[in-house]
């Protein structure tokens, strides 16, 4: 299975400023079709997750435009260009091109 | 826009199974891809496995071999999950959710706590 590694685990923050989450890939994400899988999740604390990010750098529908993703082939990273309480929770990026989907184990942000 | 509701809470004995429903209104149900994921305390996120109802076959995580069923019944928009064989390590809150990695919307089931207790 591909493992998902992210960096920082735990990411304290202060308001207004900016965050950066580090995913790698143990192989390449780049698919036969030539898309790259990968995708990231927010889950606010009591709530189940939801999307953010999809396909390395596509927001997702009512995702704020301060949530960007780049990256490419086995280094990925999400940054918050200014960082709101309502972000506070925890970061996964997920790699869809190889079965199984795996997760990375999480980025738990919160505000100093 | 997509609602998915799933069943409540569960606890069973090791070895017995757990079958968990999540009913879906809203959008074109055979056409969405559904997963199931699991989150146990304190830890994250693992794909167990989803189906796309218009095909039928459900594609399951390798470490579930055996225990793992996933059906769809579309004249009542419902997604199953089947795990057998239960063990302690089982215990999770499981989610049922759409397109977690198609270019689409995602939706997420409110989520089922499976407890696995002697």
């Known amino acids: 299975d591909v493992v998902m590694t992210q960096s920082p685990l735990s990411l304290p923050v202060t308001l207004g400023q900016p965050a950066s989450i580090s995913c790698r890939s143990s192989?390449?994400?780049?698919?036969?079709?030539?898309?790259?899988?990968l995708n990231w999740f927010q889950q606010r604390p009591g709530q189940s997750p939801r999307r953010l990010i999809y396909?390395?750098?596509n927001r997702d529908s009512g995702v704020p435009d301060r949530f960007s993703g780049s990256g490419s082939g086995t280094d990925f990273t999400l940054k918050i260009s200014r960082v709101e309480a309502e972000d506070v929770g925890i970061y996964y990026c997920?790699?869809?091109?190889?079965?199984?989907?795996?997760f990375g184990p999480g980025t738990k942000v919160d505000i100093k | 826009q997509v609602h998915l509701v799933q069943s409540g809470a569960e606890v069973q004995k090791p070895g017995s199974s757990v079958r968990v429903s999540c009913k879906a209104s809203?959008?074109?149900?055979?056409?969405?891809?559904f997963s199931w994921l699991r989150q146990t305390p304190g830890q994250g996120l693992e794909w167990i496995g989803g189906i796309v109802p218009v095909f039928g076959a459900a594609k399951n995580s390798h470490k579930f071999q055996g225990r793992l069923t996933i059906s769809a019944d579309e004249s009542t928009t419902t997604v199953f999950m089947e795990l057998s064989g239960l063990r302690s390590e089982d215990t999770a809150v499981y989610f049922c959710?759409?397109?977690?990695?198609?270019?689409?919307?995602?939706?997420w089931g409110q989520g089922t706590l499976v407890t696995v207790s002697s």
């Open positions: 396909q390395v750098s």
């Open positions: 959710a759409t397109d977690i990695n198609r270019p689409v919307t995602d939706h």
């Open positions: 997920m790699q869809g091109t190889h079965w199984p989907l795996t």
């Open positions: 809203g959008g074109t149900f055979s056409t969405h891809t």
């Open positions: 192989q390449s994400l780049v698919d036969t079709d030539g898309k790259t899988y």
